[in-house]
T-cell receptor, first 115, second 113 residues
Framework: DTGVSQDPRHKITKRGQNVTFRCDPI?????LYWYRQTLGQGPEFLTY????????KSRLLSNRFSAERPKGSFSTLEIQRTEQGDSAMYLC?????????????FGPGTRLTVL | GNSVTQMEGPVTLSEEAFLTINCTYT??????LFWYVQYPGEGLQLLLK?????DKGSNKGFEATYRKETTSFHLEKGSVQVSDSAVYFC????????????FGTGTRLQVTL
């Protein structure tokens, strides 16, 4: 078991560009979560999937953000027309609904810098 | 809604000192409670958890007890090491839902020789 992986680890982009991040959960984990963490703050929930179904989206997830998990395995988070306020660490986590229902395992994160 | 309040840092301790990081929560129902740790340049790692009142979570010398009457989940360690220097996050989830975690703002711990 290699843990949750995220790619890229760092992304620098110019304002107005689109970016896409990828998350590979722990094998066989059926829930996948995205969080955003800004400097000096705790992670904030963005969205989560069970298999390929997106079950909940935070109001933080503006219409410039879209997340997918097309085959119920890896997930992508796309940000269109990036703004400087999007600069943050984007964290992915996964969990197995049964038996350890509530425990989420996090990846190393993707740090986004919007210039 | 759910919320978590942690003591503000940074907390600076000498090696072998006793550590307490306070965490209180507000939640509907009975949440599961967690402590996560974030070492410099790394992602969040689960440190310990407790899923019901009076449960004690423990790992690597750290402990926290789920206190329903005071809605608290304070993190303690009897003797800290330099390698414990990190940011510690308290978090909760509505039990049995596998839904979103709600985090506190984090407490930075700096341990010196």
């Amino acid at each position: 078991d290699t843990g949750v992986s995220q790619d890229p680890r760092h992304k620098i982009t110019k304002r107005g560009q689109n970016v896409t991040f990828r998350c590979d959960p722990i094998s066989e984990h059926n829930r996948l979560y995205w969080y955003r963490q800004t400097l000096g703050q705790g992670p904030e929930f963005l969205t989560y999937f069970q298999n390929e179904a997106q079950l909940e989206k935070s109001r933080l997830l503006s219409n410039r953000f879209s997340a997918e998990r097309p085959k119920g395995s890896f997930s992508t988070l796309e940000i269109q027309r990036t703004e400087q306020g999007d600069s943050a660490m984007y964290l992915c986590a996964s969990s197995l609904v049964v038996p350890d229902t509530d425990t989420q395992y996090f990846g190393p994160g993707t740090r986004l810098t919007v210039l | 809604g759910n919320s978590v309040t942690q003591m503000e840092g940074p907390v600076t301790l000498s090696e072998e000192a006793f550590l307490t990081i306070n965490c209180t929560y507000t939640a509907t129902g009975y949440p599961s409670l967690f402590w996560y740790v974030q070492y410099p340049g790394e992602g969040l790692q689960l440190l310990l958890k407790a899923t019901k009142a009076d449960d004690k979570g423990s790992n690597k010398g750290f402990e926290a007890t789920y206190r329903k009457e005071t809605t608290s989940f304070h993190l303690e360690k009897g003797s800290v090491q330099v390698s414990d220097s990190a940011v510690y996050f308290c978090a909760l989830i509505k039990s049995g839902t596998a839904s979103k975690l709600t985090f506190g703002t984090g407490t930075r711990l700096q341990v010196t020789l």
